[in-house]
């Protein structure tokens, strides 16, 4: 059964702050680098004098020209990784800095190097993985992957990610890949099965702004929210349950994925209840019957079932690890051995040797 979308309310289609912004082509004039503390500008006035990194003073602040960034990051290792979040950078335009574009140093570089990120962006495209039912082997959905093409590289998530937050893009990136994936990979689909849609609930502000993109996207491509799965990863801490309990009140469902890897505590699973959660593979990656994870899996398993949640176990990759989360309850499987990433999603159910 269809479920009807909420009304569109008088807003703009979307958010300025979800597109994607350009990147300029040439880059800054200079860095302007500056450390948080006396002690760590010393610091890095000496790191500056052993790398023979030519600059000029403007105010506290050392003005670096563009030939000198490629040592930039061999003088970065002189200090800790606590003391790199101190040391800032102000891009140099002219003759004067963009306090608004402060960052630390490290940032900055990172930004220097992919300065493909707005142009990739441009070109997304989606592999999708099976998420397949353990009894019947019924393919119940598949997880959209974002990819992007450039430079005659394919680029996957973790790259396309770490440059959003380079460039303090997350926000319009995960606007970006989410409607991508709608208008993408749903249409594809087969109309029995689920869509799992990676989402970052940090990047939303406000549902009524900042959700509006997705249910305009899903009415342009007559998607049925209630095929809609979106999947939080457990590394956000704690996300506003408030939003997801938004996206559910429409009929999508939540996804809770990588248990046992990040912030979430048990406690806050209770308090979430999504719909589903899916088991970090280093949990079950190589599992075997007298492995000492064991005992944590089933007992993971049992209190999810308890609350009502159904449960994905990720990583399976050979047909033991199969047999073994099946026989401790999980009810959905993912990895290479259902199912490896492909551009077409699989349709029926699975023929395993």
Avoid at 2 to 24: E, G, H, K, M, N
Avoid at 40 to 50: I, N, P, S, V
Avoid at 203 to 223: H, I, K
Wanted: glycine share 8%; with cysteine.
């Amino acid at each position: 059964m269809s479920v009807p979308l909420p009304p569109t309310p008088p807003l703009p289609a979307r958010c300025d702050c979800q597109a994607i912004r350009p990147t300029a082509a040439n880059g800054p004039d200079g860095l302007a680098v500056r450390a948080a503390s006396t002690h760590l500008q010393r610091k890095l006035w000496t790191a500056l004098e052993a790398h023979h990194v030519r600059f000029h003073s403007h105010g506290a602040a050392f003005v670096l020209a563009p030939e000198t960034f490629a040592t930039l990051r061999a003088l970065l290792c002189t200090f800790t990784s606590t003391e790199r979040q101190e040391v800032l950078a102000t891009p140099w335009h002219g003759d004067g800095p963009d306090p608004w574009q402060t960052a630390p140093l490290e940032q900055w570089l990172h930004r220097l190097d992919t300065a493909w990120f707005s142009d990739a962006c441009q070109h997304l495209s989606f592999d999708v993985q099976p998420i397949v039912e353990l009894r019947g082997l019924q393919v119940y959905g598949h997880e959209a992957l974002v990819r992007a093409q450039w430079d005659g590289q394919r680029l996957g998530a973790p790259a396309l990610l770490r440059a959003a937050a380079a460039h303090g893009q997350r926000r319009a990136f995960d606007a970006h890949a989410r409607l991508g994936a709608i208008t993408q990979v749903y249409p594809a689909l087969p109309r029995d099965q689920r869509l799992f849609i990676n989402f970052s609930p940090s990047v939303v502000y406000n549902p009524d702004v900042c959700l509006r993109s997705t249910f305009e996207t899903c009415r342009q491509v007559g998607a049925d929210f209630s095929r809609l799965v979106f999947e939080v990863t457990e590394s956000e801490a704690f996300p506003d349950l408030t939003l997801l309990r938004r996206y559910r009140a429409e009929g999508a469902q939540v996804a809770l994925d990588d248990l046992g890897a990040g912030h979430t505590s048990l406690t806050y699973l209770a308090e979430l209840q999504p719909d589903v959660v899916k088991l970090d593979r280093g949990l079950t990656h190589g599992l075997t019957g007298d492995d000492a994870r064991m005992p944590l899996v089933q007992a993971l398993i049992t209190y999810a079932h308890d609350l009502g949640i159904r449960v994905v176990a990720e990583g399976i990759e050979t047909a033991a690890e199969l047999a073994l989360v099946t026989a401790l309850g999980s009810d959905y499987g993912q990895g290479y051995h259902l199912g490896r990433p492909a551009a077409q999603p699989v349709f029926g159910g699975l023929h395993l040797s």
